[in-house]
């Protein structure tokens, strides 16, 4: 079954540094999106992503943050100038026009 | 805008046991709904999904979960668990509002399903 990669699977990084979360999508899917889980807390969105640009963003999604699809097939994540706040599972997901969503394993980001 | 609420965040049974996993959810327009597990240190899978049709849907590990648009509920059930079924269950709803937007997920607080010898 096709699946959804995300690298790496932990990432650690001091605060104020750049960090890019990468994710392979499934190739006929339409959308995109990233997700987010703070340790004991639910899974919130962050940004959709349709036709090479931004369909939708949470107010999470602020200017530290960036999506991008550069050449067809990878889907980038980048945190500008990370935070403390910021350590999360962060979720890459994907979708063809029937609702059929299907998540990556994750990326755990840890701000230190 | 929609939201979910899952009622128990922890639910302990014993094996052979039945379960429930409460999930309400509202929203001001028509929603699909959907029950993700999540296994330690793993990411999201789904469970099943309520789009159309039949207000009860079915997985293939014996999983079930009922559309109940008066009461906006969607509860999942199990007639009986195993040890393996131990892990945290999220429901979660979206919009139909189709487009470029195709329907973000929002996600409930997660119950965590322990199921003991």
């Known amino acids: 079954e096709p699946e959804v990669t995300q690298t790496p699977s932990h990432q650690v990084t001091q605060m104020g540094q750049e960090v890019i979360l990468r994710c392979v999508p499934i190739s006929n899917h339409l959308y995109f999106y990233w997700y987010r889980q703070i340790l004991g807390q639910k899974v919130e969105f962050l940004v959709s992503?349709?036709?090479?640009?931004?369909?939708?963003k949470s107010e999470i999604f602020d200017d530290q943050f960036s999506v991008e699809r550069p050449d067809g097939s990878n889907f980038t994540l980048k945190i500008r100038s990370t935070k403390l706040e910021d350590s999360a599972m962060y979720f890459c997901?994907?979708?063809?026009?029937?609702?059929?969503?299907?998540f990556g394993s994750g990326t755990r980001l840890t701000v230190v | 805008a929609q939201s979910v609420t899952q009622l128990d965040s922890q639910v302990p049974v014993f094996e052979e046991a039945p379960v429930e996993l409460r999930c309400n959810y509202s929203?001001?327009?028509?929603?699909?709904l959907f029950w993700y597990v999540q296994y330690p240190n793993q990411g999201l899978q789904l469970l099943l999904k309520?789009?159309?049709?039949?207000?009860l849907v079915e997985s293939i590990n014996g999983f079930e979960a009922e559309f109940n648009k008066s009461q906006t509920s969607f509860h999942l059930r199990k007639p009986s668990v195993h040890i393996s079924d131990t892990a945290e269950y999220f429901c979660a709803v979206t919009s139909n509002a189709g487009g470029t937007s195709y329907g973000k997920l929002t996600f409930g607080q997660g119950t965590i399903l322990t199921v003991h010898p």
């Open positions: 997901a994907g979708s063809e026009r029937n609702y059929g969503y299907t």
């Open positions: 929203s001001s327009v028509s929603v699909y």
């Open positions: 309520y789009l159309s049709g039949s207000t």
């Open positions: 992503f349709y036709n090479n640009e931004i369909s939708e």
